[in-house]
């Protein structure tokens, strides 16, 4: 049996869309902005490193980075965001989600022009430097996962409330793109500037010493959209459900939210009292209560999450290779070092352009219409068609007549990965979850995505190299090329299908009733059915 909902949530529930959650939107996206800016935009300038630092010579083909230093300048930000997600989620359940948002966004505003300005000018100091730095990026970018996704939920109507938490996440695309603009806008104006020959021409002049400048300008630029952002952080409200259920101040709740909607609200503080009395609600994470309520949505949020994110970000940081063995992209001895980048950036905020911006508003205008698991479903089912599409008969792709085609499909995998897994797993671990456990369990969902995301990044950095030894890249032992590289992945994405299965449909329905919070008895056989009466 439902208990009666506490007016200040009843209020949030069914508050008309006004333009708080408009500036709730804006202010949580920023931090996605920035967090996508700065993930992909290492992906744009990572040959430039190789150019710059690692020039050998007499060799035939530029500089690259060693496959070591690679790996940690891709991932290493991944790996502190994942570190970021489970610190922060769990503090964000800890202190309140307020207090702890203007910390992750501090880390990444310093970090991020602390980034572009990396020591030294020899190869071992600047890596080690811009590692480090981009360690501690990622931390912060991790916190603004479980933090934005909980601060939106808890503030949005029941009605809209998948499609906020899916704007805030997809201003992603926006950051993508603005990357590959950014990116775009930079190289062109070094390369118009300097007009440098290409690396077969003349190896040395095809990198003129002022390109170090370029991948500086490119990552530092991540730190603006997050400094914009901060004081409007600041000034949030606390969300009532942290406020009335986590920290049981009904008061503070009552004016806060008054304040937000503009209406009168009663504490009701003997309710929050009677909640705070209930000990069936007060389970913690590792208990055997949680598994047996939560455990397997937190199963089917972290697998379709960690699966998700192998292929997502394999595709992502990768664009680049797959578009060089396409022939896209001219080879590297063909273009000077700016020229690269621009080539590259080119072709990155076309894909972003056309397909991935896109894809997550898709996922925003339906996400309310049709729910979180038939779009999750379908995002899966047509990821896995087309991963096939392309891998089977890769060669016939590579030829120069259907090269565009390559690139329609490719662009259809990101289209169906935003219209799908890679919205819908960021939005429903903030829905389903106690208050209490929210921001943790979100941050844990999150943190096996990026799991994924190492997974896809360091794999595919060695699976996607030819079965050739003469075509991989220096330093790099035989992979097993793009094609089987694109069947391994579309095996991930059956597989994300398959586990979708163990997510509950969360649509249409408040926090409470899909946490189970406002439950007051249980069945006769004694197991919580996780619904409401309607």
């Known amino acids: 049996m439902a208990r009666e909902q506490l007016q200040v949530l009843s209020a949030l529930d069914s508050a008309k869309t006004q333009l708080y959650h408009f500036t709730a939107i804006v202010i949580a996206g920023m931090g996605f902005f920035t967090d996508a800016y700065d993930l992909f935009a290492i992906s744009i300038v990572t040959k ?109 109507n029941k009605k809209t409330r998948g499609a906020f938490i899916a704007a805030v996440f997809a201003m992603q695309g926006f950051g993508i793109l603005a990357s590959g603009v950014v990116s775009l806008v930079v190289a062109a104006a070094f390369d118009h500037a300097f007009n440098a020959p290409s690396y077969a021409t003349n190896p040395l002049g095809s990198t003129v010493p002022q390109a170090d400048y370029v991948w500086r300008i490119i990552l530092m630029f991540g730190a603006i959209p997050a400094a914009l952002t901060y004081y409007w952080r600041m000034k949030m409200p606390e969300t009532a459900r942290y406020t009335a259920l986590v920290a049981k101040n009904a008061k503070q709740a009552a004016q806060d939210m008054a304040q937000v909607l503009q209406v009168e609200i009663e504490a009701e503080e003997h309710k929050v009292e009677k909640i705070a009395e209930d000990g069936r609600n007060q389970f913690g994470l590792f208990s055997r209560e949680f598994l047996r309520r939560h455990g397997l949505h937190l199963l089917g949020t972290t697998s379709t999450w960690f699966l998700l994110d192998i292929a997502f970000y394999s595709q992502n940081l990768f664009q680049k290779d797959v578009f060089t063995a396409i022939g896209w992209i001219p080879s590297a001895d063909k273009m000077s070092a700016t020229g690269e980048v621009l080539k590259i950036a080119k072709a990155q905020t076309l ?99 990026k799991a994924g995301a190492i997974v896809g990044a360091y794999g595919f950095l060695y699976a996607s190299q030819s079965t050739d030894p003469k075509k991989t890249d220096k330093g790099y032992p035989t992979g097993i090329g793009i094609r089987y590289s694109l069947i391994v992945l579309g095996v991930i ?42």
């Not at 022009?113 to 990026?137: D, H, I, K, P, Q």
């Not at 690139?407 to 990101?414: A, G, K, N, Q, R």
């Not at 059956?494 to 946490?515: C, H």
């Open 493 to 534: 994405n059956f597989l994300g299908m398959a586990f979708t299965f163990l997510v509950p449909e969360p649509n249409g329905r408040s926090l409470e009733e899909m946490s189970g919070e406002n439950e007051e008895e249980m069945e006769p056989t004694g197991r919580y059915n996780g619904t409401a009466p309607a």
């Open 48 to 156: 430039l490193l190789g150019r710059i630092y690692y020039h050998v010579d007499g060799a035939k083909k530029p500089g690259t980075l060693p496959p070591g230093v690679n790996s940690s300048v891709v991932g290493v930000a991944l790996v502190g965001t994942l570190c970021g997600q489970l610190f922060f989620g769990w503090l964000g359940d800890k202190m309140g989600r307020k207090r702890v948002y203007g910390m992750t966004l501090a880390l990444m505003v310093v970090c991020s022009l602390a980034s572009g300005l990396s020591f030294g000018n020899e190869a071992r100091g600047v890596m080690a430097t811009l590692c480090f730095f981009r360690f501690w990026l990622g931390f912060g970018i991790g916190g603004d996962y479980p933090l934005s996704a909980t601060i939106m939920s808890e503030y949005a």
């Open 351 to 449: 894909i972003a352009l056309c397909s991935t911006v896109p894809g997550y508003w898709f996922t925003v205008a339906f996400i309310d219409i049709i729910g979180r698991f038939a779009i999750q479903l379908m995002g899966f089912f047509f990821m896995t068609v087309f991963m096939f599409a392309l891998a089977i008969p890769y060669h016939h792709w590579t030829l120069h007549d259907n090269r565009l085609g390559f690139v329609i499909m490719y662009s259809l995998t990101f289209f169906f990965a935003n219209f799908g897994p890679n919205a819908t797993t960021f939005v429903v671990p903030a829905e389903i979850f106690p208050a209490r456990l929210r921001s943790t369990c979100h941050g844990i969902s999150a943190a096996a995505g």
